[in-house]
Nanobody, 123 residues
Framework: QVQLVESGGGLVQAGGSLRLSCAAS????????MGWFRQAPGKEREFVAA????????YYAESVKGRFTISRDNAKNTVSLQMNSLKFEDAAVYYC????????????????WGQGTQVTVSS
């Protein structure tokens, strides 16, 4: 089992950057694919990015490709999401997820979730 706690959310101006972190506990972290999802008010939770257990493969939603970077440190049990050139439409609650789900963009296919961290983008 994996427990996940996100941090790093906050208020940022459009065009700015923010780095989200997810601290994981549990023996299976290093064998879990990790993902980031987001959910804006009134919208469904959507896939943002994912990284394989080894860190060797990454996937991104088209809307964030080239702006966001997902990474992980298995020695520290953390996964991060570097977000650059933030846009108004990036504002949402961001969730960290874990599972054997690489390439799977449906939230229902991921096993473990954090509580989320709010990202607000201002003008």
């Amino acid at each position: 089992q994996v427990q996940l706690v996100e941090s790093g959310g906050g208020l940022v101006q459009a065009g700015g950057s923010l780095r989200l972190s997810c601290a994981a506990s549990g023996r299976t972290f290093s064998r879990s694919d990790m993902g980031w999802f987001r959910q804006a008010p009134g919208k469904e939770r959507e896939f943002v990015a994912a990284i394989s257990w080894s860190g060797g493969s990454t996937y991104y939603a088209e809307s964030v490709k080239g702006r966001f970077t997902i990474s992980r440190d298995n020695a520290k049990n953390t996964v991060s999401l570097q977000m650059n050139s933030l846009k108004f439409e990036d504002a949402a609650v961001y969730y960290c997820a874990a599972g054997l789900s690489l390439g799977e963009r449906r939230p229902s296919r991921w096993d473990y979730w954090g509580q989320g961290t709010q990202v607000t983008v201002s003008s």
